[in-house]
């Protein structure tokens, strides 16, 4: 993107060079001229990106290392053969490949992958991460790259129509999300249980252990379509953005993942990620 501002300053000036009516001499001369100056530009930011991906301190050289917890379709989950797939797989690879590094995607709980990335044990944590005002006291947060929904899955004979009607309900939650979260703090400690997974949580509506379920709205989609007999109510729990989570204090790695996330979603490449795995409805 630099590479093109550089250009098209560069055919300006010739523009302009030509309307105050050099001689083709004089013009060729400074077109000569403006492209060197072009070309230095452009050099010069290439330098610049090279020099900021080099001042980068990663857990492990040569490697991005991002926990997360593989299990949070279609954010991060494994496919067939055991790799690693989601839109936050896809946007932390798409981030590390400008500064020249691999991403390693080490998996464990959601738990885990935070306290990870606030004590140093891996250079940041996606796994539809929630910015709150707790985790800000502990961790520093990119700008927001994606917009998570709380949804609420019941059995499609539930009595319950809205979040109201949980009050009294037995709640299933990933364990450590804002889903819990929020529950425990609307319905209380008692009325939640919180599960080390998503699908785990699902099974236990499934197996009427709990009444309902309070997750993202994506991965509970694919949750209903897998498990029939399941519904996700109309009416939304809360709705929150997605942002990375780094050691705080670490400003170097910060501002290189927001850097890398303007270009990514001015070239049109972020939206395109998350039209891979959600479809419009």
């Not at 954010?75 to 400008?98: K, L, R």
């Not at 539809?128 to 707790?134: A, L, N, Y």
């Not at 009595?159 to 037995?170: G, R, S, Y």
């Not at 994506?218 to 949750?223: R, T």
């Amino acid at each position: 993107m630099k590479k093109l501002s550089a250009m098209l300053m560069a055919g300006a000036m010739m523009m302009s060079l030509a309307a105050c009516g050099s001689s083709a001499s004089s013009a060729s001369s400074e077109a000569v001229s403006s492209e060197a100056a072009s070309s230095e530009v452009a050099s010069s930011a290439a330098s610049s990106e090279a020099a900021s991906a080099a001042e980068l301190t990663t857990v492990t050289p040569g490697k991005l290392t991002m926990s997360t917890n593989a299990a949070f379709p279609p954010y991060e989950s494994t496919d067939d053969n055991g790799n690693f797939v989601g839109i936050d797989i896809d946007v932390a690879t798409a981030i590390a490949e400008p500064l020249g590094l691999e991403l390693q995607v080490d998996d464990m709980d959601f738990d885990a992958a935070l306290l990870a990335a606030q004590n140093g044990k891996s250079d940041l944590v996606m796994a539809g991460v929630t910015v709150t005002e707790d985790r800000q006291l502990v961790m520093d947060f990119s700008d927001s790259y994606a917009t998570g929904i709380q949804s609420i899955i019941v059995k499609e004979d539930s009595d319950v129509a809205t979040p109201d009607d949980l009050a009294d309900k037995m709640i299933g939650t990933q364990r450590g999300t804002t889903g819990y979260i929020y529950c425990s703090d609307d319905f209380g400690d008692e009325h939640v249980t919180p599960y080390d997974d998503g699908l785990t949580a699902v099974q236990a509506l499934v197996n009427g252990q709990v009444d309902a379920v309070v997750i993202d709205n994506a991965p509970a989609k694919e949750f209903v379509a897998a498990n029939p007999g399941l519904k996700i109510l109309d009416t939304a729990y809360a709705e929150e953005d997605y942002a990375i989570g780094v050691a705080k204090g670490n400003t170097a790695m910060l501002d290189a993942i927001n850097g890398a996330l303007e270009e990514l979603k001015n070239d049109g490449t972020l939206q395109a990620i998350i039209d891979k795995y959600i479809k419009a409805e």
